[in-house]
């Protein structure tokens, strides 16, 4: 018989802690229901620009919650190890989470398609999330794309446009 899952979110205050368990415990088995989170889909979008990214999809609410994991997911789905470089990453919505390992030059196009694909899809889907790309960098998410109706903003850090000189000279 096929294992179903109960897709629910609640908000847990201090007192209910205290009710389930010690907080490591709790923390340990959450990650784990998260590793075990079904994707439905995955696909690697391709432009003529020479963008690429991954798309993971699915009808669990928690696709997008995989971002939290996401040195695992990249090598569970393109196995390899994360670059040392960080990874682009958009959270459209719920059912989604797109992901590009930087490497190369790739990196630039890739984060404008990424961002104008997150756009469409936070506008176009339940459960939206962020229209934004981040980079995820040494564990930490650092906002560097976002599109609004009145066009493409791209933010970078110093660390990030020192990153991209690097890859533009190479």
Do not use: C
């Not at 629910?8 to 010690?22: F, I, P, S, Y």
């Not at 670059?83 to 030059?105: K, S």
């Not at 196009?109 to 104008?116: D, Q, W, Y």
């Amino acid at each position: 018989m096929p294992r179903r899952y109960l897709e629910t979110v609640d908000m847990l205050t201090a007192d209910h802690h205290a009710d389930l368990g010690e907080m490591t415990a709790l923390r340990d088995r959450a990650f784990q229901n998260l590793r075990a989170v079904r994707v439905d889909k995955h696909k690697v979008v391709r432009d003529k620009d020479s963008s690429h990214f991954d798309v993971l999809m699915g009808g669990s609410y928690f696709i997008a919650s995989l971002a939290l994991v996401l040195d695992e997911v990249v090598r569970r789905y393109t196995k390899d190890a994360p670059a040392q470089d960080g990874i682009l990453v958009a959270l459209p919505h719920r059912h989604q989470l797109a992901f590009h390992v930087i490497r190369d030059r790739s990196v630039v196009p890739s984060l404008r398609t990424m961002a104008r694909s997150a756009a469409v899809g936070f506008e176009q889907s339940p459960g939206a999330l962020s229209p934004s790309v981040f980079w995820w960098h040494e564990g930490s998410f650092t906002q560097l794309a976002t599109q609004d109706n009145t066009g493409l903003h791209i933010k970078l850090t110093q660390e990030a446009m020192d990153l991209a000189a690097r890859f533009a000279g190479g």
